[in-house]
C-alpha cells in the first residue's frame, strides 16, 4: 500500500527590511520574539520574504538575560533594543 504525499505548508515569518538583509547575508543567526504563545514550531522552515529560515530551538527567555553578544547575533547594536521589541 503506497502512503500519500504530505503536503507541507510554508508559512512566513515577518521581519523588518533590515533584519532580512542580515539574515539573508548570515550575520543575523538568531531571533528574539515577543509572543504570548510561540508561532513557530522546532524543524520547521519559513520563509522570511528573501529566504528561508529553518527554527531550530524556541525558548523563553527573560528579556534582561539577553546579553549583548546574543543582541548582535539578533541585529542590534544594544541589548537594551531587544528588550522591548514586539513580535510582528
Do not use: N
Not at 504563545?37 to 525558548?59: A, C, F, K, L, N
Not at 528579556?63 to 531587544?82: H, K, N
Request: charge should be positive.
Amino acid at each position: 500500500m503506497t502512503r500519500p504525499a504530505v503536503l507541507s505548508v510554508l508559512c512566513d515569518v515577518r521581519f523588518e527590511q533590515r533584519l532580512r538583509d542580515g539574515i539573508h547575508s548570515g550575520a543575523i543567526v538568531v531571533a528574539f520574539r515577543r509572543w504570548k504563545r510561540s508561532q513557530v514550531v522546532p524543524g520547521r522552515r519559513y520563509r522570511t520574504g528573501i529566504d528561508m529560515v529553518e527554527v531550530e530551538s524556541v525558548d523563553v527567555v527573560e528579556p534582561s538575560s539577553v546579553d549583548a553578544a546574543q543582541a548582535r547575533e539578533a541585529g542590534y547594536a544594544r541589548r537594551r533594543r531587544t528588550a522591548g521589541r514586539p513580535a510582528r
